[in-house]
């Protein structure tokens, strides 16, 4: 089975800084893998996704992040910070073979200071 | 295009009673619908999964029951709310061969 950690429980930037949100993730093969983001009281929203291909990938509101295979890592990165991105930031992972339904993580929020 | 629903956005129950929230999905077709709960700093618990009409698998044993009467309805339900029910209540989901997941807006539940 696989499984997702998010070492960072919270992290405060700078408006205008840079930011980089951490997840691992343990699975045998290729996975799926996403980050999404939730603003307080709302739903999920998909920022990127990753199936294959480029290990780059960009997502909306300006993010992107990098599949890293040696380090199983997909880190979510944003160059310059706004103040409307502060909130809680999931990354998943699902199979690439067999059931679809994704591991989340614990999540990470991000506070971001004027 | 695609949209979900669920109500109602915030409840307030009593220990002991009932409850029902609704989830409804516009735009697809046989679709894999989630029910997920949330509690703070702990991200998201899957509750309930289903990929077809009646078809309800548990991931969680728990003082809760899903079911599925259409095709785009899901159904959380309880008999008896325990305190420890109380949480964000996030409905989900998927096409039927894919595994990216389109949350709804949910549900704030306390019970008292």
């Known amino acids: 089975a696989q499984s997702v950690t998010q070492p960072d429980i919270h992290i405060t930037v700078s408006e205008g800084a840079s930011l980089e949100l951490r997840c691992n993730y343990s699975y045998g093969a290729t996975p799926y893998l996403f980050w999404y983001v939730q603003s307080p009281g709302q739903g999920l929203q998909l920022l990127l996704k990753?199936?294959?291909?480029?290990?780059l990938v960009q997502g909306i509101k300006g993010f992107e992040a990098e599949f890293k295979r040696s380090q199983s890592s997909f880190n979510l990165r944003k160059p310059s910070v706004h103040w409307s991105d502060a909130a809680e930031y999931f990354c998943?992972?699902?199979?690439?073979?067999?059931?679809?339904?994704?591991?989340f993580g614990r999540g990470t929020s991000l506070i971001v200071h004027p | 295009s695609q949209t979900i629903h669920q109500w109602p956005a915030t409840l307030v129950q009593p220990v002991g009673s009932p409850l029902s929230l609704e989830c409804t999905v516009e735009?697809?077709?046989?679709?894999?619908l989630y029910w997920y709960r949330q509690a703070a700093g702990r991200g998201l618990q899957l509750l309930f999964y289903s990929v077809g009409i009646g078809q309800i698998s548990s991931e969680v044993p728990q003082n809760l029951s899903a079911s599925r009467p259409q095709d785009r309805q899901f159904i959380l339900s309880s008999k008896k709310l325990l305190l420890s029910d109380s949480g964000f209540y996030l409905c989900?989901?998927?096409?039927?061969?894919?595994?990216?997941?389109?949350f709804g807006p949910g549900t704030r539940l306390t019970v008292l």
């Open positions: 735009g697809t077709s046989n679709p894999n």
């Open positions: 989900a989901w998927s096409s039927e061969f894919g595994n990216e997941q389109f």
């Open positions: 990753y199936f294959s291909g480029d290990t």
């Open positions: 998943a992972v699902a199979a690439s073979g067999g059931s679809y339904i994704p591991t």
